[in-house]
Nanobody
Framework: QKQLVESGGGFMKPGSSLRLSCAAS????????IGWFRQAPGQEREGIACISNNDGPATTYYARFVKGRFTISRDNAKNTVYLQIETLKPDDTAVYYC??????????????????????WGQGTQVTVSS
């Protein structure tokens, strides 16, 4: 059974940094496209980043709003994907999810969230940014 478990969220101060983890089981992350998205209260889901499953070095894609503050990476040995967030802002407050996708959806070089029926995502991890 394919499963993803997110962790690493918490209550953070503005300007701080955070690394979220997405541990996979039942499949290999290196064989899959793994994305991160978030959902704030009352808001729609928002795609953040995706790391592809191509052979050789992975290709990463980011949503247009990211502007360098988010970095997605993968540790094949740990079967885990990470999302590093720098300079946290109160607007980053949301539940963060990782998702196993068929492929990274990209338009104009930017990642966008396009969930499909067979996609798998975890329970999410809450990130709250407040002074």
């Amino acid at each position: 059974q394919k499963q993803l478990v997110e962790s690493g969220g918490g209550f953070m101060k503005p300007g701080s940094s955070l690394r979220l983890s997405c541990a996979a089981s039942g499949f290999r992350v290196e064989d899959s496209a793994i994305g991160w998205f978030r959902q704030a209260p009352g808001q729609e889901r928002e795609g953040i980043a995706c790391i592809s499953n191509n052979d050789g070095p992975a290709t990463t894609y980011y949503a247009r709003f990211v502007k360098g503050r988010f970095t997605i990476s993968r540790d094949n040995a740990k079967n885990t994907v990470y999302l590093q967030i720098e300079t946290l802002k109160p607007d980053d407050t949301a539940v963060y999810y990782c998702v196993r996708e068929e492929l990274c959806s990209v338009w104009g070089g930017n990642y966008f969230l396009d969930l499909r029926p067979d996609d798998v995502w975890g329970q999410g991890t809450q990130v709250t940014v407040s002074s």
